[in-house]
């Protein structure tokens, strides 16, 4: 078996023992209670130039939240994995958090354009499923895995090897792990250990908490630990891979929960307008620095006649809540 | 007898590929605009049990139409579904083989279907135009049997050669070019379909062949629009422009914000089997 | 990256293009009816030398009824993946149905030694973990996967191989996708297209069904499709992947399926005996060529009270049912 | 002052295992036999809240006592767990480290700690002894940070060498072996647990080494039911007999059917720390 061809882009590297020995020393694996706020989440857990993975699709159960919250204390130098994300990855940009972002897609305005033609950040190309299959095998605990995509293009170029398969011997792709070194996660359930469950199609949220080191895990609901032993099938991801549980009712906003809120499009089309009229700075003014955590953007910003609205208005509750 | 039918580009290429589709085979969309919009027509006209997964790991739904005017991918997208997974298994599914069809948008093409959803401009750092990247394309073109591609038909989308390769045709043509990139054997685009016009590939050379052609539209106006000369096919099939149920059903119930299907306006006199161009809107800035 | 060590035993080759093929030109992807006899199923996609895997957690939820069929049938030179499994190995071997035998866990007595012995039955040693593991790479369409177990030990010998990891440079093991000829899967609610929806912890009846060629799915009961759509995320099974529903009531007596039936010890018992006292035959006379579908065999040998008993004893619903 | 305690070997192995549990760590268990009753007792006396997986992947379950008599693997060992899963799911949380001791029983074990759960005998395709193999004994012993290792004080099941090395200890002894086979870092077998002694590895050799006896045994007795010499602890920790309170939680909460706690009987007279043999019954024959 040969390496025949690989990709010299820059990668976060896999190393699982490394990862495994983190999880050792700094897991919890007690039942003990994880609650805390948003802001003492992200000031634990989220450190300046850590690698960041968060689940969503698109607008749907993004950790909006606690994306607000990284902005909110500034951290800086993060690199992200952006798969399938709207305007998360602008906002970071925006607010200068990030500057290196592996890209599967994302929306791309220019905020990120601009970012990268001044240097202030680096893109490198994967594919959303390329993305989500590295974290795959990050949660798998594996340095790599096969894959039958990537090859000929220039997104192999990144960190794609293409090796002879050591049983059929054809050419076949591999790509690097990747064990973030944070996951943000937004659930619709959590107990207070982080044993939660998530409702609907989702695009990985289970692979993006098992592959980090340290997970944030925001609900819009805590539920019981008795309630959760009484339904095990629903529990997706695990008390034991939780660091931090953070109650943020509405905490997809503008996004939307499928189930319980519907996005809350003015707000999409004043985050697309304030980019393309180049004034991020009063949006993140606005909904982030004025406010010191979701619950006061929401009073102070949305209001509840409007949240009432967005619930009314997400008529499907059928497979999420029924 | 004649009558006169106008329509967007985009209404036209959704038209031609949603007749594409049958309930006997297995769909995998983007989660959103025309591949979506195309299969969500094939459904409601002519294949109500046309059964498809999208990235996002929805299974087989039932969309409610008319569909929500917004955010098709939140719980309106996933409705009824057969079964909710997630954007892994969904491409599981495609690397055993169950997903026929693999519907896409893209940017720019090339000669062998290789196609670009990066970014376009003369340099990676400082794009042109940067687009969101290959979503989940590069798995969706490596790992279904064929894959329909949607596109304008403009120079500058049918190139010589890709600004960026986000999603692999048949790469450099070659035999067996796919298979020792690692990636499945017997794959590959199938078809390419503009307003003008529906491209095959040569079973040999792997270039891209034109096939079909609207009535209002004829060969020359189609290379016209390319960067490069595709091959021809000796018989050309005729691509009818959208009936009027299909533009009613398409308007009022698949996307009906009309969000997907704007494009620019096309208006053609109907003659039996024939049909003139009247008028038709120059390409907007961008599209 | 290169080679370090491999195995030298004989295990069924990966190949992930061939399987592909199949699925393309043999699977039916529009939504029709697949519900048919246990006998129907078994002659039409059980063949003769055929692999089967099957999913079983002992004697909890497993495929017995199907089982039992293949055993009536006479189906000959079967190679079976024989994973946390108790006496349907044992039953196979000794109806004659199979002459090789992937192991991770089975219970073993004097039938399978003797076969062994006699050179009626070939076994291959490997882990459960490694047969799981297996079928999951068989389920994700690649040719192999990498793991970090199995290196070292004499299970290492039957088709692991030890390769340098192209991204770490140090040694890791990969083992070969398992793709079975036939997958036998028994579950609690199914639909008449083969939705199918498993209550409780599991072995992994769904990288079993995804990774083969032919799937039998039996069933407890039959729910329409409009209740399948109703929570999609019950789903675990896609219809596209099955090829045969068989309505089986008690399809996994004399075992258990949890929140139903509790297993039936005097019959496991009697099994063990008929092994002990070398009276298979009349045990298989008995339990499988005496009658002609597990609805016969429970009415003959069983009783509905006894049934009726079974049901009673299972109090658990919570998590199930409930 | 003396008192008169009998117990079987099995119970003592139960007991000294329960006794190195703690609540702050995660235990991955065989899904019955001695592994799980140790895990089981270790929850009832003194670590309630201690949480463990098992191969089905049930996780963190609350098993309800007195245990079901039989099929504890149905839903009795399921019942209220956290999660449930599946095999391959708890073996991914094992490979990422979560789980930090695997507890384990072998039919043979060797020097550096490699077992065996295959076959008992001079060849494979004719064994005098078949077991069921592995199970999943080896991504267990391979993948947990620790082990422990429960089986009874016999020279037959201490061997020179294994008849089948099914799951790893440390493998040659070599330093760095495990790695070299592409075992995790840092893991390998932690102590073996018999009715008379505990072992744990010497850190340099990853020899075994007698680290604990029972207060009824002698060194020499230990070594008596060994095939090879092990490395004897300066200082032996002085392992309890079973107490009465663990005894009657363990007949009558977590084995009432008494399947896994049978074995010979050991009777003991105790006279403050330190106990006298008055009786003990042979081993079985194939126990």
């Known amino acids: 078996m040969t390496v025949l061809a690989e990709g010299t882009g820059t990668f976060l590297q896999p190393d699982p023992d490394a990862h495994r020995r983190y999880i050792r020393d700094n897991k919890e694996k007690g039942l003990v209670s994880k609650v805390m706020s948003e802001a003492e989440a992200v000031k634990r857990f989220v450190d300046d130039g850590d690698y960041v993975a968060y689940d969503c699709n698109l607008w749907v159960r993004g950790p909006a939240a606690l994306m607000r919250e990284i902005v909110r204390q500034k951290k800086r130098e993060l690199w992200i994995a952006a798969k399938f994300t709207a305007h998360d990855a602008t906002m970071l940009v925006a607010a200068g958090c990030v500057n290196r972002i592996d890209v599967g897609w994302m929306e791309v305005g220019r905020v990120i354009t601009e970012a990268q033609a001044a240097g202030d950040v680096q893109l490198f190309e994967w594919s959303n499923g390329a993305m989500t299959y590295r974290l795959l095998a990050g949660s798998l605990g594996v340095p790599f895995l096969p894959l039958r995509y990537l090859g000929g293009t220039d997104v192999f170029k990144t960190g794609t090897k293409l090796i002879e398969d050591p049983y059929t011997g054809n050419p076949i792709n591999v790509v690097p792990a990747l064990n973030p070194d944070v996951a943000l996660v937004h659930v619709n359930q959590c107990d207070e250990y982080g044993n939660a469950r998530i409702f609907g199609a989702g695009l990985q949220p289970v692979e993006t908490a098992m592959a980090a080191k340290k997970v944030i895990i925001s609900t819009e609901e805590i539920v019981s630990t008795d309630e959760i032993r009484k339904d095990p099938q629903k529990t997706r991801i695990p008390y034991y891979a939780v660091d931090a549980v953070v109650h943020v009712p509405f905490g997809g906003y503008p996004g939307t929960v499928p189930g319980l ?62 | 007898m004649t009558e006169t039918r106008t329509f967007t580009d985009m209404e036209q290429i959704i038209c031609t590929s949603a007749r594409l589709m049958h309930a006997d085979k297995l769909y995998f969309t983007a989660i959103g605009g025309p591949p979506l919009v195309a299969v969500l027509l094939a459904k409601t006209l002519h294949a109500p049990n046309l059964a498809y997964v999208v990235e996002d790991g929805t299974i087989a739904p039932q969309v409610q139409l008319p569909a929500p005017m917004f955010l098709i991918e939140a719980s309106g997208g996933s409705y009824r579904a057969a079964s909710w997974t997630d954007m892994n298994t969904v491409g599981f599914h495609a690397g055993l083989g169950y997903l026929d069809y693999g519907i896409l948008a893209a940017v720019q093409v090339d000669e062998y279907g290789n196609f670009n959803s990066t970014f376009v401009g003369p340099a990676y750092e400082r794009p042109e135009r940067r687009f969101g990247g290959p979503g989940g394309a590069n798995e969706i073109a490596s790992l279904c049997w064929r894959t329909i591609l949607m596109t304008r038909q403009q120079g500058r989308k049918f190139v010589k050669k890709l600004d960026f390769m986000s999603s692999p045709g048949f790469l450099d043509g070659s035999a067996g070019a796919r298979e020792r990139a690692g990636l499945p054997a017997d794959t590959g685009p199938w078809r390419v379909v503009t307003e003008m016009a529906v491209f095959d590939f040569d079973e040999e050379s792997h270039r891209i062949r034109l096939m079909g052609l609207a009535p209002w539209a004829t060969v020359d106006d189609v290379v016209a629009e390319m960067e490069f000369e595709p091959l021809v096919a000796s018989t050309l099939e005729n691509i009818e422009v959208p009936g009027e149920e299909e533009l009613a059903v398409l308007r009022a119930q698949v996307d009906p914000s009309g969000r997907t299907v704007r494009g620019r306006w096309i208006t053609v006199e109907l003659d039996g089997e024939s049909a003139r161009l009247v008028e038709q809107e120059a390409p907007a800035e961008g599209a």
């Open chain 1, 261 to 322: 809120y519907k996005a809350h499009l003015e707000h999409l089309m004043e985050s697309g307008a304030a980019q393309m009229q180049g004034k991020m700075d009063e949006y993140l003014d606005k909904w982030v620095h004025s406010v010191s955590s979701n619950e006061e953007m929401l009073e102070k910003h949305v209001g509840q006649e409007k949240l009432a609205v967005l619930k009314a208005e997400e008529t499907i509750k059928e497979g999420y809540y029924e």
